[in-house]
């Protein structure tokens, strides 16, 4: 017997689909979930800039209050063509209201970048974000990556390959852990379909340079791969999960039944929190890496993904597809 599942973000999907033929109607889906995103106790600090490129600025939501609070840098996904800090305010409230000084770049997109452009774009930002931390109410000695889909990607390469860092004269140990929203950690470009991820994945890079899978290295800092049963090739966390582990590091894993590819975020939005425990599993995984020292070098157990490995099914190219909520 098949069993559908809807979830409300696929439900206002449908509805925008009927209603407007799909015209704007990723406008309208981020509008909803940002609805209740202005009414909090946060700050809005808005257009930062980082860089000298019309993409180069990003928006920080602190905390009321905030002094030497945890900061998570957060990349939004768009599978490396679209995307908007604006379009993700819900995720940058979230994490302010969960007192968390919350940092959302913009960063390059294609055509006018290829990798690893937006890798480097990335890891400015995080050089802004621990140059600023105490201005701002947050701890520069306490950062967290996070982004979802491409940007889990991005936010994933920063924790792995220390290069990128070190190449803005920053400091691998600034970060104090990473999280990877329905992430790709083995990214395919020669997908049918997706031809256009050949033209941002090309030389003189080859595919072990964005195979998140192959930068594993020891001791890397500890990690929360999340996840659902319903997004897009799921077998890659369970790859990354098993590869962090056998490299000595702790890892969190989580893959959530019937959650889709856009259901690990979306589920930061107020309306949505019952969609997935995202942002609780987020809370707990940040709280828990500052509060006990063993995560830091690995000796802590974690949560290793849940054996569904027979419910996957394949898709046409990890990280994106007909999930990925996009104008």
């Not at 006018?112 to 140059?131: E, L, S, T």
Request: charged share 20%; aromatic share 12%; with cysteine.
């Amino acid at each position: 017997m098949t069993t559908w599942h809807l979830s409300r973000i696929g439900a206002v999907a449908i509805m925008c689909a009927v209603i407007m033929l799909l015209t704007n109607c990723g406008r309208l889906m981020f509008a909803t979930l940002n609805a209740p995103s202005y009414v909090g106790t946060y700050r809005l600090h808005a257009d930062f800039p980082y860089g000298k490129g019309p993409r180069h600025s990003l928006d920080v939501y602190v905390p009321s209050g905030a002094e030497r609070r945890p900061v998570v840098v957060f990349w939004y996904g768009g599978m490396w063509t679209r995307g908007s800090k604006e379009w993700y305010r819900f995720v940058g409230a979230s994490l302010a209201d969960a007192g968390y000084v919350a940092v959302l770049p913009d960063y390059t997109l294609f055509p006018q970048a290829r990798f690893p452009d937006f890798i480097r774009d990335g890891a400015r930002a995080v050089k802004w974000a621990h140059d600023h931390a105490t201005d701002l109410g947050g701890d520069p000695n306490a950062i967290f990556l996070m982004g979802h889909s491409a940007g889990g990607h991005i936010a994933a390469t920063l924790a792995l390959d220390e290069r990128y860092l070190r190449a803005v004269g920053g400091d691998p140990r600034w970060i104090r852990g990473w999280i990877g929203l329905s992430a790709p950690y083995a990214l395919e470009t020669r997908i049918g379909g997706y031809l256009f991820l050949r033209r941002i994945f090309q030389e003189p890079y080859v595919a072990s340079d964005w195979h998140l899978i192959d930068r594993v290295r020891a001791r890397s800092p500890p990690a929360l791969l999340i996840h659902g049963t319903q997004d897009i090739y799921p077998l890659d966390v369970v790859e990354m999960d098993f590869k962090l582990r056998s490299a000595g590091s702790y890892v969190e894993c989580y893959i959530y039944d019937n959650a889709t590819h856009m259901d690990t975020v979306a589920a930061f939005s107020l309306p949505l929190r019952w969609e997935t425990p995202a942002l609780a599993d987020v809370r707990r995984f940040i709280d828990r890496t500052l509060d006990d020292p063993r995560i830091a070098d690995g000796t802590a157990a974690g949560t290793p993904c849940p054996n569904v490995k027979n419910r996957f099914l394949p898709s046409p190219a990890p990280g994106h597809g007909a999930n990925e909520a996009a104008p």
